[in-house]
């Protein structure tokens, strides 16, 4: 999947790499043979696609009603719906793992359990230092920044890179969502904070330039737990 994943469990975590693997093969936009590069070259009619891939996409599509089309899986000029799938796959990795386990995909964190999880959320200017500890006993931890893969998000209204924001993380009960959320608020810039204080369910810290830090007051709950 282009990062790594690691699983901390005692159930079934050689089903969930499993999984996972056939997530890569199946949505990589990266490999020529995967369903996701033969759609968009045109060899595969998304009719004919495997029902999971129908269903990212079509939650895809909702998702760019749901954030006025700034989660969009055609942002980018072809079809790249990895904003969604890598917390989609990590959501069900964890619930493949069991109940108690721990799945940290490319910093993307699912966690559920009787014991509370410290989860590090990682400086945009310093890989070595924590912008902040969350406490969490069970949910799912997304942040979206451009500090490893470059300006890779874009403002689907202007074709260019978001100005004015560093990174967004976001905290809810499913990590697909939570990963969307943080894509298309990033995606947003600095209008970004207004609109993740209206997502319900959810809480969010936003990094913006400046080293100016907006969070929702769940997300100082967290923090402070």
């Known amino acids: 999947m282009g990062m790594p994943v690691s699983i901390t469990g005692a159930g079934d975590v ?8 056939w997530v890569d093969a199946t949505f990589s936009t ?25 269903l990212v996409l079509g939650r895809c599509e909702r998702l760019r009603r749901e954030t006025r089309g700034y989660f969009d899986a ?6 790249d719906p990895s904003g969604l799938v890598k ?30 999880w410290r989860i590090g959320i990682r400086h945009p200017h310093d890989r070595t230092a924590l912008a902040a500890t969350l ?14 893969r470059g300006d890779h998000i874009l403002d689907p209204h ?13 905290v809810g009960p499913d990590l697909a969502a939570a990963d969307a959320y943080a894509t298309a608020a990033f995606a947003m810039g600095e ?18 330039a400046g080293d100016r830090v907006l969070t929702t007051p769940g997300f100082d709950a967290l923090m402070a737990a």
Not at 36 to 53: F, M, Q, T
Not at 136 to 147: D, I, K, Q, R
């Open 158 to 170: 202007t074709g260019q890179p978001p100005r004015g924001v560093l990174s967004v993380t976001v």
């Open 135 to 148: 406490t969490l006993a069970a949910g799912a931890v997304a942040t979206s920044a451009a500090y490893e």
């Open 191 to 208: 209008a970004g904070p207004r609109w993740t204080a209206s997502l319900r369910g959810y809480e969010a810290m936003t990094i913006l």
């Open 30 to 54: 990266y490999r020529p043979d995967s369903e996701i590069r033969r759609i968009e070259r045109g060899e595969l009619a998304r009719a004919d696609a495997h029902p999971l891939v129908r």
């Open 87 to 116: 917390g989609w796959a990590a959501e069900r990795a964890w619930r493949i793992a069991g109940p108690d386990a721990c799945v940290d995909a490319g910093g993307d964190v699912r966690v559920g359990g009787t014991r509370p």
């Open 14 to 21: 050689d089903g969930a790499f499993a999984w996972l693997r």
């Open 74 to 79: 055609r942002a980018g000029g072809g079809l």
